[in-house]
């Protein structure tokens, strides 16, 4: 499928157009971009008159209504519209498929950077460079200062026993994907790790609203010399539950000069290994500063990430056997999956610290 006949399937411009127009007034400038930086939904760049937007909706596809909840992402950043998590404004969403065929939300572009591959020029200083971790963990505390009832979003999610349904949902994910991949290669560690992560669930964790997918690259730094975090993005995951899960997970994207290679170079920053930026123990030296949380059990959440991030590997390499992917990152994942075993295990064990 060519790329025109792809942009095709994903919005009708004319109809958007309309959309828009009864939302927004009119415009005399329109213009329509695909994004294409994204891995789940689809992305897409508006412009409509001097005002700059951005549209996200499902990807095409029967699966699309079930596993990718636009219009919940869509509740939670309008409701956090007036708290201080730094988020995109919202415009205004729709369940009507006969404008670009799916669920959708709008929201106003901001201006910054998302950090991948390195940072900024204007970052390069010893303050920038702290500054960077320090507003990413800044951002996570925010999120979990929400007072969730406040804002409405009392019935998001079911927070009892969440980090124990963590467990057991990756659990099953991996053991899904093991129904094909074991034929190729087992992964006996994963099975070592299962069974100690079963057995050293947190009891009584606090609960607060969950970003559910709180890393370095979802988040924006704004166009200023000195980094300030101006918008969380991919909400998508979002729900109430055990807030040491997001930091464990936002720790387990962030590298320490200490650490052995990354499992997974494919999808892994290592510019924070340089001088100067915060180490993992500063940024949870900071978090429990903000929020008042003691971080226990933190080989238990940094393992869980890794766990998480193994599930998602094997399943990505039973679709590539399967031949329900021609993505070429997925067959590196006979290789990457027990990587990523070798490093929870590590964790577990204390040769990974903090």
Do not use: C
Not at 185 to 201: A, F, G, H, Q, T
Not at 274 to 284: I, P
């Amino acid at each position: 499928m060519s790329d025109g006949e792809y942009f095709d399937r994903i919005v009708d411009v004319d109809r958007l157009a309309e959309f828009l127009e009864s939302e927004l007034g009119p415009a005399e400038e329109y213009h329509v971009e695909h994004h294409q930086e994204g891995h789940s939904n689809e992305t897409l760049f508006v412009t409509w008159g001097a005002r700059e937007l951005v549209i996200r909706r499902p990807p095409p596809g029967e699966i699309a209504e079930s596993a990718h909840d636009v219009l919940r992402e869509y509740q939670v950043m309008d409701a956090l519209q007036d708290t201080d998590v730094p988020l995109p404004t919202t415009v205004a969403a729709s369940e009507d498929h006969d404008v670009i065929g799916s669920d959708f939300y709008v929201m106003d572009r901001v201006a910054g950077d998302v950090l991948r591959e390195g940072i900024p020029e204007r970052f390069e200083t010893p303050d920038a460079r702290e500054a960077i971790g320090r507003e990413l963990v800044d951002g996570l505390a925010e999120i979990h200062a929400v007072d969730y009832e406040t804002v409405g979003l009392e019935e998001f999610g079911y927070p009892p026993e969440f980090t124990q349904r963590q467990v057991d949902r990756w659990t099953k994910q991996l053991m899904w994907a093991f129904e094909v991949t074991a034929e190729e290669r087992e992964v006996p560690k994963l099975y070592d790790v299962m069974e100690w992560l079963s057995e050293n669930v947190p009891e009584e964790p606090p609960n607060t609203l969950v970003h559910g997918d709180y890393k370095l690259d979802n988040v924006m730094y704004g166009p200023a010399d000195d980094p300030d975090l101006v918008a969380v993005f991919d909400w998508e995951m979002s729900t109430l539950g055990d807030p040491f899960t997001d930091l464990g997970w936002m720790l387990s994207y962030w590298r320490d000069a200490k650490d052995p290679d990354p499992a997974v170079p494919e999808l892994t920053a290592q510019f924070m290994e340089g001088e100067e930026f915060l180490t993992r123990e500063e940024l949870v030296e900071r978090y429990e500063a903000h929020t008042g949380f003691e971080f226990e059990h933190e080989r238990f959440y940094r393992t869980l990430a890794v766990y998480k991030l193994a599930g998602l590997g094997e399943m990505f390499f039973r679709r590539y056997l399967e031949g329900n992917s021609d993505d070429p990152m997925y067959p590196t994942m006979r290789e990457r999956v027990p990587a990523l075993a070798d490093r929870a295990t590590r964790i577990v064990e204390g040769d990974e610290p903090l």
